[in-house]
């Protein structure tokens, strides 16, 4: 008997202690950017994309379509809904930097990726129901967010197995908990790899060594200050490395944030030489490859 009541105490103070907790009970303490754990852990010390996918197993590889980055904020709901905005690796398009969709030249363009979650959403065991975010495979199944306080904040998303993929669990680290007004919406992959690579102050040299700008800045928004000649310019590192053959550079593009449907961009390859100097490569197709050629601009970090 004693046993009994031992096993029923623990059940109602597991089931106390994890929920019937509304979504919007945990807004407060989960806002900010987050990217996935492992893909963090890699890019903090080795910041490029050319290695990262190196590294992967082919088993490995449908990293590159997982959410790698979630942001959430509490001014992104409305009536009782809350917007969740998240970044994946792989991805063909460029895609606004915006709350679900903007509207360009009469053209509605949705960000890269978000989902939805009514905020009065009462938890199963701690778990709260969201779209499966991995679209991509042929089977959909059940998602679900996990919001863990133990030794820090964390967040699981967890999507259930099916016949063709196995369970796929992805933990999340948080790396901003605040959002500047000016840059309101981060991708928040966008967001976490062009801080690791390209933001900051800079003296910016051309291929002659010829300085033509002593304060050549790259915003965390990608936006560019103290150069005319990519004003209202944007610049992406680019992460969709994962198709066709090895990767053999790290490649950013320019472009106009306000017309992302033209496919002029301008495309250069990166290197980081050491940790204050960066170069971009023009490049030339030789027998179906890239290769570079002189450095274009290098730019000589002030900060």
């Known amino acids: 008997m004693l046993k009994i009541i031992l096993i029923t105490i623990s059940f109602i103070g597991g089931s106390i202690c994890y929920g019937q907790n509304k979504f919007d009970a945990h807004l407060e303490n989960i806002e900010g950017i987050w990217i996935e754990s492992s893909f963090k852990n ?32 509490s001014i992104e709901q409305k009536d009782g809904v809350q917007t969740i905005g998240y970044g994946v690796l792989h991805s063909h398009l460029l895609s606004p930097e915006v709350s679900r969709m903007c509207v360009q030249h009469n053209d509605t363009i949705y960000e890269q990726g978000s989902f939805l979650i009514d905020i009065s959403q009462t938890d199963s065991l701690g778990y709260f129901r969201i779209p499966d975010l991995m679209y991509m495979y042929a ?12 030794k820090d904040t964390t967040i699981t998303i967890v999507r259930n197995a099916t016949e063709q993929i196995g369970e796929i669990i992805i933990q999340y680290k948080r790396i901003a908990t605040t959002f500047n007004p000016s840059y309101p919406y981060p991708n928040p992959k966008d967001f976490y790899v062009r801080e690791k690579t390209l933001v900051g102050s800079y003296v910016l040299k051309d291929s002659t060594d010829k300085v033509i700008s002593s304060n050549f800045i790259i915003n965390p ?10 004003e209202n310019q944007k610049i992406e590192f680019d992460t969709d490395v994962f198709c066709g053959d090895p990767v053999s550079f790290d490649k950013v593009l320019i472009y106009d944030p306000k017309n992302i449907e033209n496919t002029d961009v301008e495309l250069y390859i990166y ?15 030789v027998n179906y490859r890239m290769v570079i050629n002189k450095p274009i601009y290098t730019l000589v970090r002030q900060n």
Do not use: V
């Open 271 to 285: 290197k980081l030489i050491n940790k204050s100097t960066i170069q971009f490569f023009k490049y030339d197709i």
């Open 42 to 73: 890699y890019f903090d010390s080795i910041p490029s994309m050319m290695e990262y996918s190196k590294s992967l197993k082919r088993a490995q590889r449908d990293i590159s379509i997982y959410p790698i980055g979630l942001r959430i904020q």
């Open 221 to 230: 928004s990608g936006t560019f200050n103290g150069i005319s000649h990519w």
């Open 139 to 150: 089977i959909s199944s059940p998602c679900y967010m996990k919001i863990s306080y133990q």
